[in-house]
């Protein structure tokens, strides 16, 4: 087995601010350093710089910058403990070869979890779904834990039967993937947005056997039904993707996304569902789509997605065989 994995950009010094080099003083770009082929613990980082499932799917571009900004807004987060935090670089799709980067993030992916590392996927459109979901599925993880969860924080279904792939189709194509492996899966979705998601997407939804929370019904008031529905997700599989599109956020907390939300799930509904998923003992993977900076206001959707980034990784207990 290699250990080597492939970017097409090398990842780059981290800075920030600096209050000391005790422990007492910890940030992330303290803490964080290059990849090195070989057996690890902890989180690595891997950038996806793509937007091209977003052009097809009619969005606004801008999300390739997506990984530059989250590790900048990581950059200067205190850490409470010391953490293994390692930065492979950058996956890039260029031009219109979105197939060919999601193949090799797919690589990278698999490597990094045969390695015995935490992959933290920096999107990128949320067309990075089906290239994480392709390391997850030729991991030696999937075949000695083979019931896979796939948990999306998402406002839309992203289960479009387009003939081109793109940032609305990864659902769909993974559906078709496992069910040509011979392989099932579970795909549950946090945060729909009725008004988003045609008929035909809900009737697709329920022909694949998708289970989902509507945003009206994850209110911090309906904490008791989040709660269960993420217990019953959990109870039901082996090891769990979460793919994280901040789009599901309301418009003011996440405005730098393609499609921001007119309503939107809580930050505090959010959160909880990550830290309960991230210490269940089954994360093998996380990744976060469709941060735009362009569209960005002060940086606001890229520090709310930082945090969450943060408190997965400090508070993720392994996933192991």
């Known amino acids: 087995m290699t250990n080597h994995i492939t970017v097409d950009i090398a990842p780059r010094p981290w800075a920030g601010r600096t209050d000391g080099i005790g422990p007492e003083h910890l940030r992330w770009h303290q803490v964080v350093t290059p990849y090195r082929p070989g057996p690890g613990t902890g989180a690595v980082l891997i950038g996806f710089a793509s937007d091209e499932g977003v052009r097809r799917n009619k969005g606004r571009r801008g999300a390739a910058a ?82 896979l969860g796939i948990l999306n924080l998402d406002a839309h279904f992203d289960l479009r039967n387009d ?19 011979g392989t099932s899966h579970r795909y549950d979705v946090i945060g729909i947005s009725q008004p988003s998601n045609t008929n035909a997407l809900f009737d697709t939804a329920r022909h694949l056997g998708v289970r989902y929370l509507s945003d009206d019904r994850c209110g911090i008031a309906d904490r008791e039904v989040v709660d269960q529905f993420v217990t019953d997700f959990l109870d039901d599989v082996d090891i769990v993707y979460l793919t994280i599109d901040l789009d599901v956020l309301p418009a003011g907390v996440a405005p730098g996304v393609s499609a921001p939300a007119a309503y939107g799930v809580p930050l505090e509904t959010i959160q909880r569902v990550c830290d309960r998923v991230t210490a269940s003992g089954k994360l093998a993977v996380v990744d976060v789509a469709e941060l735009n900076p362009s569209l960005d206001v002060d940086n606001r959707t890229a520090r709310t997605a930082a945090r969450l980034i943060h408190r997965i990784v400090t508070g993720h207990v392994p996933a192991t065989a």
């Open 66 to 147: 997506g990984p530059d900004a989250l590790r900048s807004a990581l950059s200067s987060l205190a850490l409470e403990n010391a953490t293994s935090l390692s930065d492979a670089g950058t996956v890039a799709v260029e031009g219109d070869r979105l197939e060919a980067g999601q193949a090799a993030l797919g690589r990278t992916v698999a490597t990094a979890l045969d390695s015995g590392w935490f992959p933290v996927v920096l999107g990128g459109g949320h067309e990075v779904a089906y290239g994480t979901y392709q390391g997850v599925a030729a991991s030696q993880l999937r075949h000695q834990r083979p019931r």
């Open 163 to 181: 003939p081109v792939p793109s940032s609305g189709t990864p659902f769909r194509q993974i559906a078709e993937a496992e069910r040509s492996a």
